[in-house]
């Protein structure tokens, strides 16, 4: 059995964002970037899958040659090799070009099962690997947070509003992990050691024969702003009942949470 | 709850831009390493400080390890920890692949130990007591030691601990009482004698725990010249590594302790049914020898440890000083303007400033530590070697004893800037500050360190060694005043050297003349001002490094910045003190010696 992990690199959410110059970007210098947390719960689901059922993990991402790193961070978890779509020579990327190079790339690896993150935590688009389900023509569910395989079935679970759905899928198929599914280990040293030793082959994109305009972004980027930050404390006074019933007027009417 | 606990930017810095540490992978120990894999361990070892370590720092403290009277339990997420570091091969990083470690540079090691304290102190402890034991077996012990317990304590299946405190010997080691008789019928000793303040001495983390001991056997000298080293284990290992018969060490308390809560600082009986076996460790009355061989980096991995803590409560009071809203500016007269957050007053920077270069200076001061550690076991020239280990000797005293008392220092200033909340248990620095002060008094008190460094470093071979050091601070000077903005603080930092040398030839006459009294009488004013000098040319080190890459173009304008002038705002203040102590000692002050104790 093959499991394919999409991956992505974004900048870690602890580090502080500089909006660039231009008003349109981020500053990247000195930015310390990760593999997106949710993606780590899909190495895991792969990797626990190798120790269960002897799955061969390859993980697979599209980004500039520095993704390499978070590449090797997944070897160092367990995986077994990697692939890097090199993205450095196109100009910016939407959801659409990365899942057609993703897609395109997947094409002859023969995977039985790929899994991915529910979202990326940069964009938070939460649309490539669906996109790339829909490209290949495989059944596709979002959000797990169970899987368990029978032949050539999976059982999972995912979270919905208020519920929970459990759903059977035919492999070959793509899912995307939501936390609470495994919780992801932590690189070993002697693994780290054995992650250098592992392949990640590097793909240009432009080999992967896809033409530039279906690649190219559908959308531009206007503005960037930082989330302006806030913290207003608020103490109501009066007894108990006056006191409940401001809060529930405020809420409702100043706040309009209620 | 801070978001960080160290800057992992700066360690990078540190790492990479400061200390070269990829360079080491030329030599053939450290072939199969890349900074790709020296990064992915700095990364991981700070993801494990933040994500394992971090979490249980508070119940550390209020659960504490529990004494039943019987037997000792660590705080329950303990073992979570245990496990994490033991399957991931943080126990002896640097060890050889034989050894079953990864041949990392010790480097990486002590970075990990330093992010680990930055987590939870007192969790930590557990894993540095069991490398040290582990450390002795390997370095000293026979083929047979080393076949029962070191794969088992390096992968964290057993733990260990250093056992040399009694309850009437501390600092004065070679006063112990604990004896070691030669069995009729074995190749073992047996042992009785009791010991206190044993850190590890006992809990339920592992199914053994392999206590190397200090004692002394029947005949042998006085003083520390009798003293031998012996590998005791809780339970006795059966020669195919099955665990059993209980090995006749009794736990009879663990100390209240002001704060490291959560590490079990055990007293224990050895031999008290008479049968408590023992083994010898290398050769008879060499124990102390064998122990001091490993004290350099285990004295630079104390002031880790307590640094650690300081780098923690940094964050916590750079977080909460960004947040607090509190005042105006000192020029605004309008009540209804909003508040500013405290950080704005130049106070509060200040403090915020101090502990920065704190943290930042000693712990490029422990990583140098620890690369010179590495290139000395990397080169062949045994001059080259030599060289490097002065630097070591020289440096060890100020890691261990400054490293300590500044960084509880630093975290009084992180309470300061958190006004009355620091002083409530519900934030985590006032934890820390109790954490924290058990790194001077441990390890060698900081006192005894002021007269190593004094009495037996300065003058070693001749004074070489301090020339070694001084030659090093002369070189980054000379660099310095190469670049334009960095003169005058070369030039400042140059004239504490020249008041450093004046004050220690002065004192060198003095100990030539035989008045070692008077000579050692100032020792800790001496440390400190020594460590002035470190830890402001460690700081203009960096300075140099961040200055080159500004003077490159730098996107980092902030970062590299900010290395600079935390470099200027420390030898600002220090400077002036460092200059201050030195002509104090050379006016001769001697009150310290004169003042008789009935004068109290
Ligand atoms: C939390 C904790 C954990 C510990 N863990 C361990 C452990 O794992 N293993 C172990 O063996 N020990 C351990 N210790 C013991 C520790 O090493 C000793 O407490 C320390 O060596 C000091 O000894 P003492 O307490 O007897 O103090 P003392 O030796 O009585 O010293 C008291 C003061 O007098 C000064 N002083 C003493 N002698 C001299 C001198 N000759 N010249 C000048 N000044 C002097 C000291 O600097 C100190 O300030 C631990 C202690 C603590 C508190």
Redesign the interface.
Known sequence: MKVVVLIKRVPDT?SELQVAADGKSV????L?FVMSPYDEHAVELAIQLKESHGAEVVVLSAGPPETK?II??AL?MGADSGILVDTAQLGALTCRGTARLLAAALADLGADLVVAGKQAVDDDAAQVPERVAELLGIPHASVITRFELSGTTASVDREIEGGQYTLELPLPALFTTQKGINTPR?????N??K??KKEIREVPAAQLGLAADSLSAQATTEAMTLPRQQ?LCRVIEGDNAQRVKELVRVLHMEEKVL | MP??LAD??TIKFLLHEVLKLEELTQYPYYE?H?R??L???AD?AY??AHE?FWPSYQEFDQEGAQFDGHKVAVPKAMHEIWK?CA????IG?NVSYDDG??Q?PITIHALACFLFNCGNTAAAMYLGLTYGAAHLIKTFGSKELQDLYMAKLFAGQYAGTMVLTEPDTGTSVGDMTTTASKSPDGDYYLLRGNKRFISGGDHDLTENIIHAVLARTEGAPPGIKGLSLFIVPKYRVNGDGSIGEWNDVTTTGIEHKMGLKGSATASLTFGDKGDCRAWLVGELNHGLRYMFELMNMARVFTGMQAVGVASAAYHCALEYSR?RLQGRDITSRDPLEPQIPIIQHPDVRLMLLKQRAVVEGCLGLFLYCARVHDQEHAVTDPEEQQRLHMLLEMLTPCCKAYGSDAAFESIRLAIQCHGGSGYSEEYPVAQMLRDCKVFSIYEGANGIQALDLLGRKVPMKGGMALQALNAEVSKTIAEAKELAPLKDLADKIESLQNEVVQATMHLGMLGLSGKVNQYLCNATAYLEMFSHLAISWQLLMQAVVAQKVLDAG???EN?YRGKIETARCYAGYNVPHGIATAQMLTADERTALDFKPEWF
């Open positions: 602890a500053v990247t210098g000195g310390k790193e090797r961070s160092a932590y690189p070993t040293l002697p780290i050691m992650a250098k913290r | 978001d960080k992992m930017r199969d890349s790709e894999t990064d992915m361990a991981t993801q494990l394992v994490q399957e991931g091969g943080w990083p470690g990864q990392f947040t730098s996107t980092e970062f």
